[in-house]
């Protein structure tokens, strides 16, 4: 007999996702797999390696060892520039490094992308591990380096500078380092600044950017041209999505010019938005320091009758700010976010359950995401399509909308006096100096960068994949966008911390279409996601 009961979690569940398919290489094209493929670098020269370290589902015609094991490997200089010489790393002379059971990062050591696995799963999606390599392909004289930061602020950046300075002097003895100003633009427009452990001594101490950062002005050609004309042979570019973007354009042209000149993308975004990479340097500063705003406007609304308040945090097409500072708070009513559309009126909707919870506790708080409901918001307010200067669509003011919305329900509908407070800290929470965990993490993003520069890698971006440092193709990070998954745990944990509606339950009357689309988005994520 059966005595199992089934839990209460399960309930009535919608009709099963069809099977993910078995072959999760599907998703990785030849093509991809190949595109930066370089045989120096992953030992195809040992025939005992090889086998496995190929990729092999083209490779191997024994299915015995075809365990779907596959890296994506970075570009490498000696990709173009065969003929370039190594030299010893000299950091096997660092005393920091003296003792160090193994100094250098083993060719072969990668990191998995996936690290939930089943016994018979196919091995996957690997990533070359980040660190020092027993071989540079650079001399310390040599180096002529810049470091260039694009895009919005984010807390941290001040540090990655410095540690991109430091790292380059003090493990390398690299002494020309050049601060490029005001973002891309600033290569062919701005004088440079003289970088040195000096310099940047204090800067990781500061919130913002030492080097300044701006959007727009991408020219690749006049970027390139003002590296060769510099005789710069090592980029470092901090940003994020659109930087990225823009780093895989000055690589693919120095490529196609055969400079030496090795291009370094560091992730930077407030937003989390980067794919692959674990988290964004910053992240964790700027959901701390969210929940002062949150503690505010909950300090504000628990002292009045009927009190609303409504926290609107950054997260322009990802909700992860606004996802994580809710759930670090327990204060938090309700949370909006860009990946969920969300309807206001009737059954299932948010007026019905700001009115449900101020019957309960006499005062609800709301967390919404810059880039929530903006679908909704243009339906209703005309919107207008304007863009920064970098392309990115400019935000209608969600906050300032649901605020009004809500006033004119609950004072002109159901006759009900409320006591507002609207807290927009959006600035506040991404022009701080970072936090020590976060100041950590750009020492290593740093690190990892200038490690990966002096082994002669390029066309790379470092970030933590699985908590391991890795060196990833610039080009996979800017394929698709890190977005909140509504099929994920995490928002069902979120869900189930504040027991706010899901916004599922809907018809055409009460924003029925904005419901279906989440449907949709939520089947289409079932079947894509493995
Ligand atoms: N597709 C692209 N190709 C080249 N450069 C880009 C591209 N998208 C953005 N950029 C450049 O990257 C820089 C930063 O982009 P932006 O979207 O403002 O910030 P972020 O990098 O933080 O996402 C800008 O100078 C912009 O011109
Ligand atoms: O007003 P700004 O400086 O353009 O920045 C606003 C945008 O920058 C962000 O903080 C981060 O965006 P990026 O990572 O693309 O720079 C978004 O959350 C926000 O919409
Ligand atoms: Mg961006």
Not at 115 to 122: G, L
Not at 203 to 214: A, E, V
Not at 245 to 256: D, L, S, W
Request: net charge neutral; with cysteine.
């Amino acid at each position: 007999m059966d005595l199992s009961i089934s839990s209460p979690l399960c309930g009535p569940s919608p009709a099963a996702p069809a099977p993910a398919p078995t072959s999760t290489l599907i998703l990785y094209p030849k093509s991809q797999i190949f595109r930066s493929f370089n045989p120096r670098n992953s030992y195809l020269s040992n025939p005992l390696l090889s086998r496995r370290y190929f990729p092999i589902r083209a490779q191997v015609s024994d299915p015995a060892v075809d365990d779907g094991f596959v890296i994506d490997d970075v570009p490498h200089l000696t990709t173009f520039l065969p003929d370039l010489p190594s030299y010893p790393n000299p950091l096997q002379n660092s005393q920091a490094y003296a003792i160090v059971k193994q100094t250098f990062v083993r060719p072969e050591d990668v990191v998995a992308q996936k690290i939930v696995v089943q016994r018979d799963s196919s091995r996957g999606k690997h990533f070359l591990r980040a660190g020092p390599r027993e071989k540079v392909y650079f001399t310390s004289e040599e180096v002529r380096a810049c470091i260039v930061t694009c895009g919005g602020l984010c807390p941290g950046i001040n540090t990655v500078i410095r540690e991109i300075v430091c790292g380059l002097n003090y493990m390398y003895g690299v002494n020309d380092i050049l601060g490029i100003q005001g973002g891309y633009r600033g290569f062919y427009s701005k004088n440079t600044l003289t970088l040195t452990p000096k310099v940047v001594n204090d800067i990781h101490k500061r919130g913002g950017t030492f080097l300044l950062t701006s959007r727009g002005g991408h020219d690749t050609q006049k970027i390139v041209d003002n590296i060769q004309d510099r005789g710069i042979n090592q980029v470092y570019i901090i940003g994020g999505d659109g930087t990225q973007r823009g780093a895989a354009r000055i690589f693919e042209e120095v490529e196609k010019r055969g400079l030496k000149v090795a291009v370094a993308g560091i992730p930077k975004t407030i937003d989390n938005d980067i794919a692959v990479i674990d988290k964004s340097f910053g992240f964790d500063t700027a959901v701390e320091e969210a929940q002062r705003a949150i503690n505010a406007a909950h300090v504000e609304v628990e002292s009045v009758e009927n009190g609303i308040g409504i926290v609107k945090l950054m997260g322009r097409y990802s909700g992860f700010i606004a996802m994580f500072a809710t759930l670090a708070s327990r204060d938090v009513d309700c949370c909006l976010i860009p990946e969920s559309p969300f309807y206001l009126e009737g059954k299932g909707g948010l007026f019905e359950f700001i009115e449900e919870r101020l019957k309960e506790n006499g005062h609800i708080v709301i967390v919404v995401a810059e880039g929530a409901g903006q679908e909704y918001l243009a339906q209703s307010m005309q919107g207008i399509d304007e863009k920064d200067a970098s392309g990115n669509r400019l935000l209608l003011d969600v906050g300032l909308w649901l605020t009004q919305n809500i006033k004119d329900h609950f004072t002109k509908e159901r006759k009900m006096a409320i006591n507002m407070k609207y807290i927009d800290p959006t600035y506040m929470i991404r022009a701080i100096p970072s936090n020590a965990s976060d100041n950590i993490y750009c020492t290593l993003l740093a690190q990892s960068a200038v490690h990966g520069a002096m082994a002669g890698y390029t066309g790379f971006t470092v970030g933590p994949v699985n908590s391991r440092h890795a060196y990833i193709p610039i080009s996979h990070v800017t394929e698709t966008q890190n977005t909140v998954k509504l099929t994920d745990r995490m928002w069902a944990r979120l869900l189930a911390s504040t027991n706010q509606p899901s916004f599922l339950n809907c018809d055409e009357s009460r924003g029925g279409k904005v419901c279906k689309d989440t449907i949709d988005l939520i089947n289409n994520m079932k079947i894509t996601s493995i």
